[in-house]
Every structure is written in C-alpha cells, then in structure tokens.
C-alpha cells in the first residue's frame, strides 16, 4: 500500500471513530509544500494553533496538509448534572456548577484530542 493511501486510511478511521466535536481534516497540497493560513510549510513541517478557541497541529505531507484538532473535549452525554463544562484555552474542563475551581464530583468521559 503507498504511504499516501495508508495516511488517507488513517484519517478516514481516525475521522470515524472521532466523537463530531473533534475532527481531523486534509487540505491538499503540491508535493513539496504546504499553504495554510497565510503560511507556507515546507515537507513534514509541524504548524500548531494552541490560543484557540479552536486548538489544531497540522503536518505538511507530500499529499498535503494533514490536520487535527487538539485539546480535550468533554463528552456532555451522561455528565452528572452538578456538573457544568469551561473551556481552558484548548482544553475543556468538567467543574461543579457551583465552585468552578472544584472538580467535577461524579463520572466525567473525556477524548483527547
């Protein structure tokens, strides 16, 4: 199998198993580089966004530009209902709805970006 089928594979499972909320994605590009937000990134150069509010890492391959969100995404199905979701910067955090500085008391899922 050539590299290029055996990432597009990988990003289609990765896509499938992936909760909506996080996402990776392909941009194309033209074999010896990568363009990306005004950007241009040279063959398996890393570019990362880590201010948010959407928080991705994006490498430059020689198919194009193969991105995926970062972070950790709270799952809100089956969140305990004295519990509330923030975001902190890239990450989202499951706290008492009333002491945001206390934790969650009760079974919080979590995906990692």
């Known amino acids: 199998m050539s590299t290029n ?8 499972s990765t896509m499938l198993v992936v909760p909506s909320k996080m996402a990776c994605w392909i941009e194309s590009g033209n074999g ?8 241009t990134l040279a063959l398996n150069e890393v570019y990362e966004n880590n ?7 994006c490498t430059c ?7 995926c969100d970062t972070g ?6 089956g969140l305990p209902s004295n ?3 923030i975001k902190k ?3 989202e955090e499951a706290v008492s709805k009333t002491d945001e500085s206390k934790p969650c008391d009760g079974p919080v899922r979590a995906v990692l970006g």
């Not at 089928?5 to 289609?12: E, T």
């Not at 950790?72 to 199905?77: C, L």
């Open 5 to 12: 089928k055996m990432y597009l594979f990988f990003f289609v």
């Open 61 to 67: 391959r020689t198919f194009g530009l193969s991105c």
């Open 89 to 91: 910067g890239c990450h």
């Open 32 to 39: 010896k580089s990568c363009q990306h937000e005004g950007h």
């Open 51 to 57: 201010w948010g509010p959407r928080c991705y890492k």
């Open 72 to 77: 950790t995404v709270i799952i809100r199905e």
């Open 83 to 85: 519990c509330k979701v």
